[in-house]
């Protein structure tokens, strides 16, 4: 029986991860959930697997978890401290699918214990991408990554050198707003830009791809993990989602991965590495689909790709830089201060302003001075938006 533990039970993530081990039971043994603001759906998951500790990452829910779980047995915390101490707690495999950089502290911990971690949180490796690898290796943990577009490119490779890598390629489906005239998008609505018409995701991330910053963080992460160089990635607008990504090699070959729209395939990839198992996806008809499209991204209408390249060229820190003002960019989106195109323009003033400070930026990535990065880009996106609504 396998000890695992779920960083982001509650997302979309950790919902379709605990949909495939409730399937078998009685093979997986939990040992912590963690959530946010969703105490029920933490509660009853936690009861429903026989979690020993389920941890909401609001101090303030608490006493409503300890609620919900009245009677249980199973011990509740709160807060970011009782995130990390879960992380901790040994165990063989442990999903990574907290939202943010919130997510990067409990997936290091992980890593110190040896554990194999399944990385669906791209933050952890465009802030830190270099601190993960080290510490996975110093500590003898594997890092699985679970974006579905790395998990086509490390089934590509497995059985190949990369010394025979010319490209890699990852696609996107271009969001929510790939057909839109660029002068509209201006006007473009909360609501319009949470609807992705190929994925069933959480908003945030639902948003960032109508914007094209998840397929930049997903750039930088492709970097970090393969370590190839940055003009040997290259981004495809696939609207399919089928394609998820393509791997070309020095004889002239693409190897390519095609899989159905379905997060379960790259969690379950992860979660039974390295063998594969049956698992409850959809099996492609190429004929009923007939042909698949591609087309160039357009970095007029996707700003965020041509950030990415900048901040790969600088190097250091800049990942920590640009996480913190996309998610500041993002908050100011949703709560209505920031017009959907003056996302990517807080990043890009963000950038401008911190990433010439090479004491900063260049510093030892160690935790604690990713944090600091983070929360001075967070002040200085802050400080950006501000100034635009005034």
């Not at 901790?88 to 997510?103: C, K, L, Q």
């Not at 971690?117 to 993960?132: Q, W």
């Not at 981004?235 to 394609?243: E, G």
């Not at 063998?275 to 409850?280: A, D």
Request: a negative charge; charged letters at 20%.
């Amino acid at each position: 029986m396998r000890r695992i533990s779920i960083f982001g039970a509650t997302g979309s993530i950790g919902q379709n991860t605990i949909d495939l081990i409730a399937r078998a039971p009685d093979a997986y043994d939990v040992v912590a959930l963690t959530g946010a603001g969703n105490i029920a759906q933490l509660a009853a998951d936690a009861r429903r697997l026989g979690a020993d500790i389920a941890v909401t990452a609001h101090d303030h829910l608490l006493d409503d978890l300890r609620d919900a779980l009245h009677g249980s047995g199973i011990h509740c915390a709160a807060g970011a401290d009782a995130i990390r101490e879960a992380a901790t707690r040994p165990v063989d495999w442990v999903m990574s699918a907290i939202v943010g950089a919130a997510g990067l502290a409990p997936g290091i911990e992980a890593l110190k214990q040896g554990a194999t971690l399944a990385l669906a949180n791209k933050e952890s490796l465009v802030c830190a991408g270099k601190l993960m690898l080290h510490t996975a290796q110093a500590h003898g943990a594997a890092i699985l990554p679970v974006d579905s577009e790395h998990s086509a490119v490390f089934q590509a490779l497995i059985g190949e050198d990369m010394a025979a890598v010319e490209r890699i390629i990852i696609t996107a489906s271009g969001g929510a707003f790939r057909d839109w005239p660029l002068d509209k998008l201006a006007s473009a609505t909360l609501e319009q830009a949470s609807n992705h018409p190929n994925w069933n995701m959480g908003q945030r991330i639902t948003i960032d791809s109508a914007s094209m910053f998840n397929k930049a963080m997903e750039v930088i992460e492709t970097r970090e993990y393969f370590g190839i160089e940055p003009a040997q990635i290259e981004v495809l607008v696939h609207p399919q989602s089928m394609i998820h990504a393509l791997v070309g090699f020095n004889d002239g070959a693409l190897m390519a991965h095609i899989g159905p729209p379905d997060m379960r395939h790259a969690i379950g990839f992860a979660l039974h590495h390295p063998n594969r198992q049956t698992l409850p996806v959809e099996r492609l008809d190429l004929a009923k689909i007939g042909s698949f499209e591609f087309r160039a991204p357009d970095e007029v209408r996707w700003p965020a790709l041509r950030l990415a390249r900048e901040v790969m060229a600088r190097g250091g820190m800049a990942g920590a830089v640009f996480n913190a003002a996309k998610e500041i960019g993002l908050d100011g989106f949703i709560d209505g201060r920031l017009r959907f195109p003056q996302m990517a323009e807080v990043v890009e003033d963000t950038l401008d302003q911190l990433n010439s400070d090479s004491s900063l930026i260049d510093a030892n990535m160690t935790l604690d001075n990713v944090a600091q990065v983070d929360h001075l880009a967070r002040q200085a996106a802050k400080a950006v938006i501000n100034k635009r609504a005034g």
